[in-house]
T-cell receptor, first 113, second 113 residues
Framework: DQQVKQNSPSLSVQEGRISILNCDYTNSMFDYFLWYKKYPAEGPTFLISISSIKDKNEDGRFTVFLNKSAKHLSLHIVPSQPGDSAVYFCAASSQGGSEKLVFGKGTKLTVNP | ETGVTQTPRHLVMGMTNKKSLKCEQHLGHNAMYWYKQSAKKPLELMFVYNFKEQTENNSVPSRFSPECPNSSHLFLHLHTLQPEDSALYLC????????????FGPGTRLTVL
């Protein structure tokens, strides 16, 4: 059974608008969450993370929101740019991130010019 | 070369072949990892090495045999694979075993005929 779910395999957004990527998890022991970005023919690269002691973390155009009661997190990209087109993976860990990561299947984001 | 490199980038092999995947990291890290990403499945951890010693085997079949001769190099030896082993194999490294601080290579796309 999947512990980390990204229910939208793909998302298409217009340049300049907001992109919202969603992730749900089932394991209440998860307390550290990460987003990775992957371009074709490249490995995943770390984008942003959040600890369960926070409900929001922001880095430039990227903001991650965590709703612990709903076991849900989301990544907001504002404004979206064509270069943001990639596959985005959500990952979760326990013990403050010291345990192995459990990944979602990914959401392919396409930002149209 | 910088970061984490993997060779070959693409590999096609028959079920009776023996082949090896190579990973090299140029980051001075001490921990290295093998991950597998099958089609429409999440990224899954296979093996972890720390200072050349295997610290985790995530119930991987014995037809996959890892080798870590030093902290910079990691191999995955393949023999008598099955078509369902076709996947993207990703290598990653980190300073110590820290799942939330991994740098990934570009991966080897393996096809087993």
């Amino acid at each position: 059974d999947q512990q980390v779910k990204q229910n939208s395999p793909s998302l298409s957004v217009q340049e300049g608008r907001i992109s919202i990527l969603n992730c749900d998890y089932t394991n209440s022991m998860f307390d550290y969450f990460l987003w990775y970005k992957k371009y074709p023919a490249e490995g995943p690269t770390f984008l942003i993370s959040i600890s369960s002691i926070k409900d929001k973390n922001e880095d430039g155009r990227f903001t991650v929101f965590l709703n612990k009661s709903a076991k849900h997190l989301s990544l907001h990209i504002v404004p979206s740019q064509p270069g943001d087109s990639a596959v985005y993976f959500c990952a979760a860990s326990s013990q403050g991130g010291s345990e192995k990561l459990v990944f979602g299947k990914g959401t392919k984001l396409t930002v149209n010019p | 070369e910088t970061g984490v490199t993997q060779t070959p980038r693409h590999l096609v092999m028959g079920m009776t072949n023996k082949k090896s995947l190579k990973c090299e990291q140029h980051l001075g890290h001490n921990a290295m990892y093998w991950y597998k990403q099958s089609a429409k499945k999440p990224l899954e951890l296979m093996f972890v090495y720390n200072f050349k010693e295997q610290t985790e085997n995530n119930s991987v079949p014995s037809r996959f045999s890892p080798e870590c001769p030093n902290s910079s190099h990691l191999f995955l030896h393949l023999h008598t694979l099955q078509p369902e082993d076709s996947a993207l194999y990703l290598c990653a490294s980190s300073q110590t075993v820290a799942y939330n601080e991994q740098f990934f290579g570009p991966g080897t796309r393996l096809t087993v005929l």
